[in-house]
């Protein structure tokens, strides 16, 4: 979906298209610790922790005009 092209493209992770792959993946990211902290890094850069709130702020101002 959307929202994990958005993860993947961010770098904050990785596609996954099955079990194999899964298996391999996850092997190659346990054996790469300075690719999962770099993934952390790019997961916290693009976080949007309040952006629900923001979304319903900005719907309720627009309704009410």
Aim: without cysteine.
């Amino acid at each position: 979906g959307r929202g994990a092209d958005y993860v993947v493209e961010a770098g904050a992770g990785v596609r996954v298209n099955g079990p194999y792959s899964l298996k391999f993946k996850l092997q190659r990211l346990l054996a790469s610790p300075d690719r999962l902290a770099a993934m952390k890094d790019a997961a916290r850069a693009a976080s949007r922790p309040r952006s629900a709130n923001q979304i319903v702020a900005s719907l309720t101002a627009w309704k009410n005009g």
